[in-house]
C-alpha cells in the first residue's frame, strides 16, 4: 500500500522562519472577485491581486510591478544576477564568483578557480 501522507524535511517542526522562507522563496500570489449585488444588481465590485515574493522569486518568475514603481534598487539588480548552489554549503552564490573566485560562505573554489590560481600570471617577472 502507498503511504500518501505529507512529510516535511528536518522533521515535523516547523517554524515562522521556515514558512515565511518557503513564501518568499515560492511567492504567493492572491486573487480575489468580491461583488456586492442587491436583488440581482451589483452595485459594487473589487478586483484584487496581491503577490508576496522576494525579489529574487519575482526576478525569475517575471513578476509585473505596477507603473510607476521604483524597481531599479540595489536588491532588484542583485535579484537579476544569476546564482548557483555552492555545491559544499548550498549557500546561493553568483555563479560568476561561485566559478571564478570561491564561496564566500565556506570557500569553496571550481576547478577553474583552482586552475587560474595556479598558473602564472602572466605579467609575472621569473626569479633569479
Same mark, same amino acid.
Given at each position: 500500500?502507498?503511504?500518501?501522507?505529507?512529510?516535511?524535511?528536518?522533521?515535523?517542526?516547523?517554524?515562522?522562519?521556515? %514558512?515565511?522562507?518557503?513564501?518568499?522563496?515560492?511567492?504567493?500570489? &492572491?486573487?480575489?472577485? &468580491?461583488?456586492?449585488?442587491?436583488?440581482?444588481?451589483?452595485?459594487?465590485? &473589487?478586483k484584487i491581486r496581491?503577490?508576496?515574493?522576494?525579489?529574487?522569486?519575482?526576478?525569475?518568475?517575471?513578476?509585473?510591478?505596477? *507603473?510607476?514603481?521604483?524597481?531599479?534598487?540595489? !536588491?532588484?539588480?542583485?535579484?537579476? %544576477? &544569476?546564482?548557483?548552489?555552492?555545491? +559544499?554549503? *548550498?549557500? +546561493?552564490?553568483?555563479?560568476?564568483?561561485?566559478?571564478?573566485? *570561491?564561496?564566500?560562505?565556506?570557500?569553496?573554489? *571550481?576547478?577553474?578557480?583552482?586552475?587560474?590560481?595556479?598558473a602564472p600570471h602572466?605579467? !609575472?617577472?621569473?626569479?633569479?
Amino acid at each position: 500500500m502507498l503511504n500518501l501522507e505529507p512529510t516535511r524535511k528536518g522533521g515535523n517542526e516547523g517554524s515562522l522562519a521556515d %514558512v515565511i522562507e518557503v513564501i518568499l522563496d515560492k511567492g504567493l500570489v &492572491i486573487n480575489a472577485d &468580491i461583488t456586492v449585488s442587491v436583488a440581482g444588481v451589483e452595485l459594487l465590485g &473589487i478586483k484584487i491581486r496581491a503577490a508576496l515574493a522576494s525579489f529574487a522569486t519575482a526576478a525569475r518568475y517575471g513578476l509585473e510591478f505596477p *507603473s510607476g514603481t521604483n524597481i531599479e534598487t540595489s !536588491a532588484w539588480q542583485q535579484a537579476q %544576477v &544569476i546564482k548557483e548552489k555552492c555545491p +559544499q554549503c *548550498s549557500k +546561493q552564490v553568483p555563479a560568476d564568483e561561485l566559478l571564478e573566485e *570561491s564561496c564566500p560562505w565556506c570557500g569553496w573554489q *571550481s576547478a577553474r578557480a583552482k586552475a587560474r590560481l595556479a598558473a602564472p600570471h602572466p605579467l !609575472a617577472v621569473p626569479a633569479n
